[in-house]
Every structure is written in C-alpha cells, then in structure tokens.
Antibody, heavy 122, light 108 residues
Framework: QVQLQESGPGLVKPSQTLSLTCTVSGGSISSASYYWSWIRQPAGKGLEWIGRIYTSGGTNYNPSLKSRVAISVDTSKNQFSLKLSSVTAADTAVYYC??????????????WGQGTLVTVSS | EIVLTQSPGTLSLSPGERATLSCRASQSVSSSYLAWYQQKPGQAPRLLIYGASIRATGVPDRFSGSGSGTDYSLTISRLEPEDFAVYYCQQYGFSPYTFGQGTKVEIK
C-alpha cells in the first residue's frame, strides 16, 4: 500500500523559505490517477489545505497562500515538494502530505503522511 | 470559499453511548463531496467517510455518515475507547478544499 513521508528542516528563520519533501513509497507518483497535496495544522488548531500537484505539473493552490507557495514534483525520485516563501511565525505548523484522486468525486485525502513540525523562529 | 462549521466544539460522552456530530456548509456542497476524518493526538488525520456516507476501507460499521446540501452528520453508534478523538469534516467539491474546525469527542 502507498505510504507518504514528509522530510525537511524543522526550524526556519522568519522571512526565509520553508522547503519540505514528501517521499512516496509502495506506488508510483507518476500514476495518472492521483493528485498530491500539502496540508498544514498549527498547534491546537484545525487543518488548512495548502495546494496540490498532478504529475504532469499542473497545480492548484489555496488563494490565501498562492502568492507564497510553489509545489513541484520529481518523478525520478518519487517525491513532491513544497516551498513557502517569506515565512512568519504564523506559518509554524505541522505540515502533512497526502494523496487524492484525480476526479473530483474522488478528491478526498487518503493516505496521509505522519506529518512534520516546522517552527518559524529566529 | 466554502466555510464548514462543526458543532458541538466538544462532545463529552461515555463509552457505549451514541455520538452525533454536525457539519454545516456556507453553501451547498456539490454532489455530497464531503469527507470525515478522525485525528488522535500526535497522529495524522485518518479518512473515515467520503461521499458523505461511504465508509473508507477498514472503518468499523459503527461509524456512519449522512446528509446532503449544506447539512451533514457523522454518527458513532456505540463509542469504543479508541473513538475518543477529534473529528473533522472536509468538502472536496470546490477549491480551496476546506475543513471544519473540528469536534472533540472526549470521555465524560
């Protein structure tokens, strides 16, 4: 079964760029049937969908973050990545990656990675 | 964007009791594109329900979802000790794909 694992720095300085990678195992990220998403959750708070990418490179972003977000895919490494620029303390959160279906009727998120905590602090 | 409002914020119940969680959308959710997730402390959310009423693989049948349009609910027929957690609804019909703020089901 497909498993996802986030990785990246746990500490990022304010105004810098947060960079995370999600490694997919147990299946090919190049499958034509799926989108690959990023979601975040500040401590003690709810979930916020950040955006997603299709393996062709097509992306959708949350308008609230669109000016600062870039999601890319590396099919040779079976990975996709998140970059969030000009971070502030408000970007401190657990960041999750997840898979969703290609067709809108299958756009639920499953499975999820275990999540990785990113703290923005000087 | 579609705003999802979950109620109550916290539900205090005993094992064996029935739990009913509500999720109300600010506008109709297209074709019942609504999912429910369970999250335990320190863990990632786990998909329970999609399409408003379809249980995900491996989800016990004590979990059921219902609703349409703007009003949805998740029912846990008899609470087991492992069901005490936070539950989130999510709509996936319109981008951005939004979540409710969560309902915590705690042991009374």
């Amino acid at each position: 079964q497909v498993q996802l694992q986030e990785s990246g720095p746990g500490l990022v300085k304010p105004s810098q760029t947060l960079s995370l990678t999600c490694t997919v195992s147990g299946g090919s990220i190049s499958s034509a049937s799926y989108y690959w998403s990023w979601i975040r959750q500040p401590a003690g708070k709810g979930l916020e969908w950040i955006g997603r990418i299709y393996t062709s490179g097509g992306t959708n972003y949350n308008p609230s973050l669109k000016s600062r977000v870039a999601i890319s895919v590396d099919t040779s490494k079976n990975q996709f990545s998140l970059k969030l620029s000009s971070v502030t303390a408000a970007d401190t959160a657990v960041y999750y990656c997840a898979r969703s279906g290609m067709v809108v009727a299958t756009n639920w998120l499953d499975p999820w990675g275990q999540g990785t905590l990113v703290t923005v602090s000087s | 964007e579609i705003v999802l409002t979950q109620s109550p914020g916290t539900l205090s119940l005993s094992p064996g009791e029935r739990a009913t969680l509500s999720c109300r959308a600010s506008q109709s959710v297209s074709s019942s594109y609504l999912a429910w997730y369970q999250q335990k402390p320190g863990q990632a959310p786990r998909l329970l329900i999609y399409g408003a009423s379809i249980r995900a693989t491996g989800v016990p049948d004590r979990f059921s979802g219902s609703g349409s349009g703007t009003d949805y609910s998740l029912t846990i027929s008899r609470l087991e000790p492992e069901d005490f957690a936070v539950y989130y609804c999510q709509q996936y019909g319109f981008s951005p794909y939004t979540f409710g703020q969560g309902t915590k089901v705690e042991i009374k």
